[in-house]
């Protein structure tokens, strides 16, 4: 088993910063990769951002040059830096990790950008 569990949610203001951390424990040795997917209301979950064990990354397309995800590969924990968030991007956001065949979910962080 893998558990993920998330932090650092919040309200952030339009065009601020924001970091939100994931971290790992349990059987996660052969965690393939790790990311962030996020749901709003009324629409489906969908990716933010993805990287995997050998550092490849992937990003939706509406955070693309905005968020990115770096790592702590010491700590075992994935971080999701948003700058400047808009309101779109509120939302609950869920930690993923993927230890073949099994996917991972954290139990969400909500992330309210708003002034």
């Known amino acids: 088993q893998v558990q993920l569990v998330e932090s650092g949610g919040g309200l952030v203001q339009p065009g601020g910063s924001l970091r939100i951390s994931c971290a790992a424990s349990g059987s996660i040795f052969d965690i393939s990769a790790m990311g962030w997917y996020r749901q709003a209301p009324g629409k489906q979950r969908e990716l933010v951002a993805k990287?995997?064990?050998?550092?490849?990354?992937n990003y939706g397309d509406s955070v693309k040059g905005r968020f990115t995800i770096p790592r702590d590969n010491a700590k075992n924990t994935v971080y999701l830096q948003m700058n400047s968030p808009q309101p779109e991007d509120t939302a609950v956001y869920y930690c993923?990790?993927?230890?073949?065949?099994?996917?991972?979910w954290g139990q969400g962080t909500q992330v309210t950008v708003s002034s």
């Open positions: 993923y990790g993927l230890r073949f065949p099994t996917d991972y």
């Open positions: 990287i995997t064990i050998d550092g490849k990354t």
